[in-house]
């Protein structure tokens, strides 16, 4: 009918609210090396491509049309060839893929 000694003795609460967190803080950890770690880098070496665009380079922009580059402008608009005589204005950010590399002038 009592409790016995025993069962009325209060535990260490900082060992108990200590072992509670180590979960969430290793769910943290793998989400960042699983997902957030590899978005950031990725978007560096976008950033990195189309930073290195130039006038030549074959492109993919992200509506599915591939084209050449034939100005680069400072502002962040590129002029891209779509067909003979056909440019289009494009922003960089919308460049996915450089399919082709154009070497630099000697």
């Given at each position: 009918?009592?409790?016995?000694?025993?069962?009325?003795?209060?535990?260490?609460?900082?060992?108990?609210?200590?072992?509670?967190?180590?979960?969430?803080i290793l769910i943290?950890?793998?989400?960042?090396?699983?997902?957030?770690?590899?978005?950031?880098?990725?978007?560096?070496?976008?950033?990195?491509?189309?930073?290195?665009?130039?006038?030549?380079?074959?492109?993919?922009?992200?509506?599915?049309?591939?084209?050449?580059?034939?100005?680069?402008?400072?502002?962040?608009?590129?002029?891209?060839?779509?067909?003979?005589?056909?440019?289009?204005?494009?922003?960089r950010a919308t460049?996915?893929?450089?399919?082709?590399?154009?070497?630099?002038?000697?």
């Amino acid at each position: 009918m009592f409790a016995t000694p025993a069962f009325a003795q209060a535990a260490d609460g900082t060992a108990a609210a200590f072992t509670s967190f180590v979960p969430l803080i290793l769910i943290f950890a793998i989400m960042y090396f699983l997902l957030i770690r590899p978005q950031q880098k990725k978007l560096k070496e976008h950033k990195a491509m189309v930073e290195a665009l130039r006038r030549g380079d074959q492109v993919l922009t992200q509506g599915g049309i591939i084209g050449k580059v034939t100005k680069v402008n400072d502002d962040g608009v590129l002029e891209v060839e779509i067909a003979d005589g056909v440019k289009v204005r494009v922003l960089r950010a919308t460049i996915s893929q450089v399919m082709s590399k154009t070497e630099p002038a000697a």
